[in-house]
């Protein structure tokens, strides 16, 4: 009796599965150093990328969004918002930029679509459809390895080394990402949440995804 209670526990914390996600999102309840949602992908090379996401979240501290760490690297691809007032930190292949003076209030949705490409090391945000200027970061080395990819907590080492200082608190919804940079176009496809091409490496309506701690999947409140 005693080990099924320990497997059904174990179950219920940390559970993987391909779902349609569609008008879901999850729930981020506690500032922990465990509780995380790990994304699963066959892709191993990412000469480019953009990641789109929505978030709501009353925190006024670092907290991270997304993270993507290989063997070698821990911040191989890191979306961290900053707690300075209006400040997004980008991280490539242990590179950073800041993008600045950007309006993202607590307590309200956002979207937010990041994009790199190795070939000229310049990295654009799109917060709530608007765009930034573009920053370098990083050229010519694409993302190799075997990822492992975490939504709400900041990999300091891979697989782990969370800190519950940058833990993320809220809801994280329409997680999506590419293997190329969408065209200005297809952003605002996804903003408005019309007609755009779903991620090619993650997709939120087929997320092949795995919760770690108490982390809940509910309707998507706008």
Same mark, same amino acid.
């Given at each position: ?107 309200? /949705? ?15 945000? /799109? ?13 010519g080395q694409p993302i190799s390895d075997k990822p492992s990819t975490v939504l709400g907590q900041d990999?300091?080492? !891979? ?18 990402? /590419?293997? !190329? ?8 496809? !996804? ?12 997709? /939120?309506?087929?997320?092949? !995804? ?13």
């Amino acid at each position: 009796m005693e080990k099924l209670l320990v497997f059904m526990v174990m179950l219920a914390s940390c559970y993987a599965e391909t779902q349609d996600l569609s008008g879901k999102a999850f729930v981020f309840q506690s500032e922990t150093a465990t509780d995380h949602v790990k994304l699963m992908t066959s892709k191993t090379n990412l000469s480019a990328l953009t990641v789109c996401l929505r978030f709501k979240t009353a925190l006024t501290r670092n907290y991270a969004l997304f993270s993507l760490a290989t063997p070698a690297i821990s911040n191989d691809f890191l979306l961290f918002k900053n707690k300075e007032e209006g400040v997004v930190k980008v991280h490539v292949r242990d590179a950073g930029a800041d993008f600045m003076a950007l309006s993202v209030p607590p307590n309200a /949705w956002h979207t937010v679509c990041t994009t790199w490409d190795s070939q000229d090391g310049t990295s654009q945000l /799109w917060v709530d459809g608007k765009p930034t200027i573009k920053r370098f970061i990083h050229s010519g080395q694409p993302i190799s390895d075997k990822p492992s990819t975490v939504l709400g907590q900041d990999q300091d080492n !891979y697989g782990g080394g969370f800190e519950t200082s940058q833990s993320f608190v809220g809801m994280m919804s329409r997680v999506h990402m /590419w293997d !190329y940079v969408l065209s200005p176009k297809e952003i605002q496809r !996804y903003e408005e949440d019309s007609c755009f091409t779903p991620g090619n490496v993650f997709n /939120w309506k087929a997320l092949d !995804y795995e919760v770690v701690g108490n982390i809940l999947v509910e309707q998507e409140v706008m």
